[in-house]
């Protein structure tokens, strides 16, 4: 198994603060995306990169994909009561988006 | 748009009972997935099912059986309940081409 090392896994912040959430691997992967859950729901894809390199946004979020393509990272702007979550990477590709390897995914508190 | 729906949300288990986790999707997709999620742990794929009449071994199958009974629906078995089968079980689907996958809301099962 290929594993996806996410960190940190717990963050607590205040309102209007910054934070960036790390995913890292030792092999190259196709694909990655990222996940945020809810407490009670499953987890809601938020965006799959696919270039070395790339660069995706998401209104406050702001997704990037390592040139390597061993890495990725999700940074929140000015965060939100409502950003709470957890947040995970899952590397898959192809034919396999749905047989994902998952990180262990960050704890984000956002205090008002 | 109901989406993914797992029954049932809730279950208790004495070790060695058996049960059956259901799934249904009303999207038309190709693929179903069972998941298991685990504190610090992510999810881990348990079985999968890319088409209708196929099913093959996730990450974790052992202690656990899988039917694609037909397109919309994928159930999970636990034939012989064991505490290390406490878990949260995220049934999920995918459409044949395309990266996204939908997840249920989950179901809570423990094994005393």
């Known amino acids: 198994t290929q594993l996806l090392e996410q960190s940190p896994q717990f963050l607590s912040i205040q309102e209007g603060e910054n934070l960036t959430v790390y995913c890292n691997s030792s092999?190259?992967?196709?694909?990655l995306q990222w996940y945020r859950q809810e407490p009670g729901e499953g987890p809601v894809l938020l965006v799959t990169v696919v270039t070395g390199g790339e660069v995706k946004k998401l209104k406050r979020l702001t997704f990037q994909f390592g040139d390597a393509r061993k890495d990725s990272s999700l940074h929140i702007t000015a965060a939100q009561p409502g950003d709470t979550g957890l947040y995970l990477c899952?590397?898959?590709?192809?034919?396999?988006?749905?047989?994902?390897?998952f990180g262990q995914g960050t704890i984000l508190t956002v205090h008002p | 748009n109901a989406g993914v729906t797992q029954t049932p949300k809730f279950q208790v288990l004495k070790t060695g009972q058996s049960m059956t986790l259901q799934c249904a999707q009303d999207m038309n997709h190709n693929s179903m997935y069972w998941y298991r999620q685990d504190p610090g742990m992510g999810l881990r794929l348990i079985y999968y099912?890319?088409?209708?009449?196929?099913?093959d071994k996730g990450e974790v199958p052992n202690g656990y059986n899988v039917s694609r009974l037909n397109k919309r629906e994928f159930s999970l078995r636990l034939e012989s309940a064991a505490p290390s089968q406490t878990s949260v079980y995220f049934c999920a689907s995918r459409a044949g081409s395309g990266n996204t996958i939908y997840f249920g809301e989950g179901s809570w099962l423990t094994v005393v």
């Open positions: 899952a590397r898959g590709g192809g034919t396999s988006y749905g047989k994902l390897t």
């Open positions: 092999s190259v992967f196709s694909s």
């Open positions: 099912s890319a088409s209708e009449g196929t099913t």
